[in-house]
């Protein structure tokens, strides 16, 4: 039973995301709010609302391993296996993007996350630090957006037909599915943790982390089978520097994170190589061909082995 309620609470984060993101994104471009600006903060944020509602419960819970566990599994799971699935399947024509400068940013989050750990526990004034360090990333963001005209299309999940009476019920399940949906899976990944005699850090890298990058995985298989996932390594870069300073420093507000030994000693390591891996996609332009795709893949599944070993 709690395995079914576990995967109940997955599910219903992830709707509830989804449900967000629409409600958010066509109510502020109603509102006039400039494209560029949607697109940088409500949708950023609404994608990772997930990852941020399972990290603030496990701190209240008292489970901070949970918490940094999901912030780290998800990122290496968006590298190894958001991009290496489909890129097995059909291929990633990253060549054709220029993402050196979020790229570069998502590096110096990385680093901030591993400092922020080895100073820990991670405080609210880590949180402060690094919720500041994503304040200026968005502010040249849109800086360097207020250059490019983008129109109504340009925002994923908008919608010019959707009425106002839907978006309106988009927000109301939004707002409460993601914290029932939260509490649901943060208290039965717990009680499987205890039954399967791991620890709460393995469940929130491997269940969790799974669970909250499947949404991005589902959407990035689509795009490559139909030839559409050029943008694919761009939204995993963005996704995954919200998710270290965002998702972290947001929680850290709510209570102090012991850092795990294992994850101190391995996984932030890990999480280290899959964003340096990305190195040659980014800087020489090299598409993430099917052969990449494989070897990213068995990389990730050869790291859950190890995990759960």
């Given at each position: ?11 219903i984060l992830i709707v ?279 070897a990213l893949t068995l ?11």
């Amino acid at each position: 039973m709690a395995y079914l309620l576990a995967i109940l609470g997955l599910i219903i984060l992830i709707v509830a995301g989804d449900f967000l993101v629409r409600g958010a994104v066509n109510l502020s471009l109603r509102l006039g709010i400039p494209a560029f600006i949607v697109s940088l903060t409500i949708v950023a944020f609404g994608t990772s609302a997930p990852e941020l509602l399972i990290s603030v419960s496990a701190v209240l819970s008292d489970q901070p391993g949970l918490a940094l566990g999901n912030v780290v599994g998800s990122n290496i799971a968006n590298v190894l296996l958001v991009l290496g699935v489909p890129a097995m399947i059909a291929g990633l024509h990253t060549s054709e993007i220029d993402t050196k400068k979020n790229f570069a940013l998502m590096l110096v989050a990385t680093g901030l996350f591993i400092a922020s750990c080895f100073l820990g526990p991670i405080s609210w004034m880590h949180g402060i630090f690094l919720l500041a360090t994503l304040a200026y990333i968005l502010w040249v963001a849109v800086k360097d957006a207020q250059s490019h005209k983008q129109d109504f299309n340009d925002v994923e999940s908008s919608n010019p037909d959707l009425s106002g009476k839907l978006i309106a019920l988009f927000l109301v399940l939004g707002f409460i599915g993601l914290p029932l949906g939260a509490e649901i899976l943060v208290r039965y990944a717990s009680i499987i943790a205890r039954d399967l005699g791991v620890s709460e850090t393995i469940i929130g890298l491997t269940l969790v982390a799974f669970g909250t990058s499947a949404p991005e995985l589902a959407t990035t298989i689509t795009a490559a089978i139909r030839r559409q996932a050029d943008v694919a390594l761009g939204n995993v870069i963005g996704s995954n520097m919200f998710n270290l300073l965002a998702v972290t420093g947001i929680a850290s507000l709510f209570g102090s994170m012991t850092v795990p030994l294992g994850l101190m000693e391995f996984d932030i390591w890990v999480l280290a190589a899959s964003s340096i891996v990305l190195i040659p996609f980014v800087y020489f332009r090299q598409d993430i061909n099917r052969i990449w795709g494989v070897a990213l893949t068995l990389i990730y599944v050869s790291y859950l082995v190890f995990l759960l070993n």
